[in-house]
């Protein structure tokens, strides 16, 4: 801290008045930047001609090597001025390394970032590096050590205790910003107040050798459209991450304004609860500010409110005032009637009310004070809400860290959202209205492809029209709602429906709705609609639709989608056939229990009302009623395997939860690792098994061994890691299928290897995308209790499998249209869903298996979309029109090994397909025949291209390498391209 103030005043006043040189201040540095420090400058302003001869440019910080408080007042740079003001009347003094024009001084300027510093320009200064200026370190410079013209201290810390950091001796100060001194700064040209710049170089406000922006408007000036544009007043767990952000002019300057919020006191509503001072702050070079706790998790906040109360489980009113005069407790609706009778401001720039009922105060909430209101989410006030980009209306976002830390941009620009264009409330697909898009996101979606304009200008009526064509003709298939969870403790990560049929049955023209109440309106609204067009029954005949997140039963869904069902009150599932209304449609306007439309044109199999004692709101379409649990609406419903419905756990790790796999019987108990009835790990029994801690690393990693059955899956996980490993086989993946035409019953892995090897301890593993990004353990396949055959291959598939003989049968399903990489490895030991690329830098961070045996990126997209991490690389699989899929089938050569791309179909015959499961695969073909044809389908087309592009590199005497150099390169695809076309 400073205690100098008036010392450095009489002394400043002294030096500049005998020296006739008050006119030179500083007015810009820059004393770091990402990466190498080469820019580093202090700008000088003064009358033209003045002469610097003199004069000193000195920093103060700390001496090196001193015990603290000794370390104080040590001088770190030392720089005698030479020459003169040029007739512009800036100087600029740089360091050696300067790189952003020209410089009128260069000097070594060896600033030390990230501690308080002082800068003075000094007349007369004598002293040198390593000199104190505080002797006895009471935050005084010492008498006469410096004769000061100007002072600026750049602050990391504006409170310094002498010990922990440095103190400063400057009144004038810059910073702290985030807990952090500016690295650059620059001074009003018309009011002369400091404001920080940007950490990177060549920020709108860096003009080095320049005049600065003057600050009555612009250049850090008063904002103009000043608005809140983000808020987090609750979330699951403690609130760590509560914050506003502003968004207004780049680096505009905050001074008079605050940031309140408006709840109840012990005298009613229109208690002033929170109160965040703005003086000192600016916007950022992009427009914005955020202010949070120090605890804040989702980015580092432009200003520190530790202070910051928002209330929860209220109905609460942030505002964003100008020259707040009030105080914490202050009420500003003495007699509570919702009208503000207490103004502690001079203007209100913006606000908003986030209400936690619809209810009329005061009887069982607060007033809300704001004309712009957020209704509640549910039957709660909204933990966070921010403004879509590009229109600006709010919308609510998610409670969960798992979703609102996807949805929060604080410091740069909102995310696209519902509240315009696809996914609005209450805006049928099927009629013609004002503005842009509809509630129907699938829908939406599809039309705007055809006509844009649609989501960008007007829904007319040829939009319904377009909307109208993806209805269903015919009859709705034979399918059914089987299950479905709503919430469970903490985040809902594990929402989902599944949906019952026969394998391949395509469910266009379905949609799953939800009835009941939005928190506003008590009965019949559409609170949550999501469309099937274009999902089919899988092979297993279990459909799931559910969170990314989801980690119950086979784990990952077939139709990942953000489910947010609300919580509480009786609410109706259905699954309706061809539905014409909207999200948020009110079905039941006189709520007397009947539905006064049914925009669909029938349900399809049983509709079920989730019931609870402490909800008094309907239930529609004479439903199956479940519930209550205890007096609480069943977090998830099942129809047991006799065909009644029953409820299981709020929690599913006590609870029976199957997607994706068959229901247990009704009341059936959730398998407990350990138990003494459980069957032995290492055979085939029901779910569970009597070693504890081998079954805890089973059914963390595969919950269908704690659900449904201890299957042949289960009994090779443990195998692999509940018993001890020797070393890892010789062994390499040899085929592969991920995809086909119609349910994806085929899908199959190869080994290839000596005959007779045992595969325990290997498993195969494939990394995808999840919730976190890249690097997403997608699929787990164990081959514990596996060898290798007696020609060399193992063949590993579902029971679905129809390309060959049943060999060995996993439980597994691969993503389609996405990169993903195989990865063939000994020892793994993880769990389902974990993220092992953590920064998506498509590194792998996490690494839970002693080593890779061996690994193959299947590529669709190789320049964006997921990561992928495997050396070898094959795709895309380009079509004749040059659209480019992840390959659905490959192949390595068994005599070089080189990697090619086979067809989509496996019972294609022109070009015939070349899956060969169980078969040792041919020696790659072509030669001297029809050079380029690698996989001898009489072409040279898009998979051979494929072909050679994975074999890129250093590749003597492999097929791709065209032209025989050891190397395929540009010079082979030359090749390969002169000889284009179906082989002579």
């Known amino acids: 801290m400073t205690r100098s103030l008036a010392l450095l005043t009489a002394v400043a006043a002294t030096s500049a008045a005998s020296a006739g040189i008050a006119d030179v201040r500083m007015s810009e540095f820059r004393i770091a930047q990402p990466g190498l420090d080469v820019d580093q400058y202090v700008e000088l302003v003064g009358e033209p001609g003045t002469s610097l001869d003199g004069l000193q440019f000195v920093v103060v910080g700390d001496l090196e090597g001193a015990f603290p408080p000794d370390q104080n007042g040590g001088v770190e740079i030392v720089v005698d001025l030479s020459g003169v003001i040029p007739e512009d009347g800036i100087f600029l003094l740089a360091s050696p390394s300067y790189s952003l024009g020209g410089a009128d001084q260069i000097a070594n300027l ?71 001194s500016p690295v650059h700064g620059w001074r009003c040209s018309d009011t002369l107040v ?22 009555d408007g612009g250049g850090g000036g008063g904002p103009e459209g000043l608005i809140l544009n983000e808020l987090r007043i ?84 942030i505002f964003l005032v100008l020259n707040f005069t009030g105080e914490l407790g202050g009420d500003i609706d003495v007699d509570d009637d919702g009208v503000i009778d207490a103004f502690f401001w001079d203007e209100i720039v913006d606000g908003v009310t986030i209400l936690e009922t619809c209810e009329e105060p005061p009887t069982t909430t607060e007033w809300g004070y704001a004309a712009v209101v957020v209704p509640p989410d549910g039957i709660y006030a909204a933990g966070g809400i921010f403004r879509c980009e590009p229109s600006g209306d709010w919308t609510i976002g998610g409670f969960s860290f798992g979703d609102y830390s996807q949805e929060h941009t604080p410091g740069t620009m909102n995310i696209e959202c519902d509240s315009v264009g696809c996914g609005g409330l209450a805006r049928s697909c099927f009629e013609a209205h004002d503005g842009p898009g509809c509630s129907d996101i699938v829908i939406c979606e599809l039309v705007c492809e055809a006509d844009s304009a649609c989501c960008s200008a007007e829904w007319d009526s040829n939009c319904a029209s377009l909307a109208t064509a993806y209805l269903a003709d015919g009859d709705p298939p034979a399918v059914a709602i089987n299950e479905l969870r709503t919430k469970q403790p903490g985040g809902d990560d594990d929402e989902y429906v599944e949906i019952i049929g026969d394998p391949g049955e395509s469910l266009d023209g379905l949609s799953v709705v939800f009835i009941g109440s939005d928190g506003c309106e ?55 056939w061809n539905f014409v ?60 395997a006799s065909g009644e419905w029953d409820w299981g756990a709020f929690d599913p790790a006590l609870g029976v939860d199957t997607p994706g796999l068959a229901n247990l019987e009704c009341g059936a108990p959730p398998a407990l690792c350990g138990d003494s009835a459980a069957g032995d790990c290492f055979e085939i029994g029901s779910a569970g098994c009597d070693d504890e801690v081998c079954c805890d690393l089973v059914t963390s990693l595969d919950p269908f061994c704690a659900t449904d059955s201890w299957d042949e899956t289960c009994v090779s996980h443990a195998l692999n890691m509940c018993l001890p490993l020797g070393n890892a086989p010789e062994i390499r993946i040899a085929e592969i299928r991920i995809d086909q035409p119609g349910a994806d019953v085929d899908e199959f892995i190869e080994i290839r290897g000596e005959p007779g090897t045992a595969l325990d301890g290997v498993s195969v593993l494939v990394i995808g995308d999840g919730a976190g990004g890249c690097g997403s353990l997608e699929v787990a396949v164990p081959l514990g209790g596996v060898t290798i055959s007696g020609n060399g291959t193992a063949l590993v598939s579902t029971e679905s499998f129809t390309l060959a003989s049943l060999e060995t049968v996993r439980r597994f399903t691969f993503e389609n249209s996405d990169n993903l990489t195989f990865l063939l490895v000994f020892g793994f030991v993880g769990e389902s869903g974990m993220d092992l690329d953590t920064d998506d830098d498509s590194e792998l961070d996490v690494t839970p298996w002693e080593s890779i045996i061996d690994a193959v990126s299947l590529v ?27 390959p659905a089938q490959v192949w390595a050569c068994d005599d070089s090994g080189v990697w090619n791309i086979g067809t989509f179909d496996p019972a294609s015959t022109d070009p015939p397909a070349a899956d060969t499961p169980g078969i040792v695969n041919d020696d790659c073909g072509g030669g001297d025949v029809c050079p380029g044809d690698f996989n001898g ?3 040279i087309n898009g998979s051979d291209f494929g072909s050679l592009l994975a074999a890129w590199g250093p590749c003597p005497g492999c097929p791709a390498d065209m032209n025989g150099d050891g190397e395929v390169s540009g010079a082979d695809v030359g090749l390969l391209l002169s000889v284009w076309g179906v082989c002579p």
């Open 110 to 180: 060896d600033f030390e970032p990230g501690e308080n510093l002082t800068f003075f320009i000094a007349d007369g200064y004598g002293g040198m590096v390593g000199d104190t200026v505080d002797a006895n370190a009471d935050g005084i410079l010492d008498k006469g050590a410096i004769s000061v013209v100007d002072s600026l201290a750049v602050l990391a810390d504006q409170d310094p205790d002498g010990f922990g950091s440095e103190f400063y001796y400057s009144d004038t100060t810059i910073g702290p910003i985030a807990g952090f």
């Open 234 to 317: 609750d979330h699951s767990g403690a609130d760590n991450d509560e914050f506003f952000e502003l968004k207004g002019d780049p680096n505009a300057s905050l001074d008079g304004y605050a940031v309140i919020a408006i709840g109840d006191g012990a005298a009613g509503s229109g208690a002033i609860e929170s109160i965040s001072l703005l003086d000192g702050y600016q916007l950022n070079a992009e427009g914005y500010f955020v202010g949070a706790k120090s605890t804040f998790t989702l980015g580092i906040p432009d200003g520190i409110f530790d202070d910051l109360q928002f209330e929860n489980s209220d109905t609460v009113t």
């Open 581 to 640: 209304g909207a999200r948020g449609g009110d079905l039941d306007v006189d709520n007397d229990c009947t539905l006064d439309a049914t925009p669909w044109a029938s349900t399809v199999g049983d509709v079920v009302a989730m019931i609870g004692d402490s909800s008094g709101n309907c239930v529609y379409l004479d439903a199956i009623e479940v519930g209550p649990d205890n007096i609480y609406t069943p977090a998830h419903l099942y129809k047991c």
């Open 937 to 939: 389908d009489g072409e």
């Open 194 to 215: 400091w404001r920080p710049g940007s950490d990177a170089v060549g920020g709108v406000n860096e003009t080095p050798g320049l005049p600065n922006a003057t600050c």
């Open 522 to 576: 008590p009965n019949g609204v559409v609170v949550h609609q999501y469309n099937l067009i274009g999902q089919t029954i899988p092979g297993s005949g279990y459909f799931v639709m559910g969170d990314p997140t989801l980690s119950l039963g086979t784990g990952s869904p077939d139709y990942p989608i953000d489910i947010e069902i609300i919580d509480g009150g009786n609410l109706t599932a259905a699954l309706v």
């Open 860 to 886: 669709e997209t190789p320049d964006d979309g997921d990561c992928y991490y495997a050396d070898v690389l094959i795709g895309p699989d380009v079509d004749i029109d040059d659209n480019a899929f992840v």
